[in-house]
């Protein structure tokens, strides 16, 4: 009997330890901002994150903000994209970009499977500067 609990402690343990380690695999960068704080930052990038777990089959390896790319794609997105008819002021957009990795498991036809993305565009909004960040689009 002593063996058997043993050897379930040891299962258990292991079990958990597996998880451990493939949770939070993605790197997350976070550049230098005059706009926006580490926090405001840190609080998109867990919004993505959340989002991201939608995505069946897929590994987040990296995300990040790079001010200077964010800033040309919230041009793009202010005059051509949804931001041109959603009202949201430009100070409350924020882009952050992503690599991941898509299994043989995807099946929402959308995604490749066995592949990887790079660059992968995040746009988010707020309503106000003490507002939670919303995904608003993603994708190329």
């Known amino acids: 009997?002593?063996?058997?609990?043993?050897?379930?402690?040891?299962?258990?343990?292991?079990?958990?330890?597996m998880s451990c380690?493939?949770?939070d695999k993605d790197v997350v960068l976070v550049g230098e901002s005059e706009q926006f704080s580490d926090k405001e930052i840190n609080q998109a990038i867990e919004c993505v994150k959340e989002k991201f777990k939608d995505f069946n089959g897929c590994?987040?390896?990296?995300?990040w903000y790079d001010e200077e790319r964010s800033n040309s794609f919230i041009e793009t997105y202010m005059n051509y994209g949804r931001g041109s008819i959603n009202g949201v002021s430009?100070?409350?957009?924020?882009?952050?970009?992503?690599n991941f990795t898509v299994d043989e498991s995807s099946s929402d036809g959308s995604l490749e499977p066995n592949s990887t993305y790079t660059d992968?565009?995040?746009?988010?909004?707020?309503?106000?500067?003490?507002s939670d960040w919303t995904v608003d689009d993603w994708g190329y």
């Open 1 to 17: 009997m002593k063996r058997v609990i043993w050897c379930s402690y040891i299962i258990l343990l292991s079990l958990i330890l």
């Open 21 to 23: 380690s493939q949770a």
């Open 59 to 63: 590994e987040l390896t990296d995300i």
């Open 90 to 98: 430009p100070d409350n957009v924020m882009v952050l970009l992503s």
């Open 120 to 130: 992968w565009m995040w746009i988010l909004n707020r309503e106000s500067n003490t």
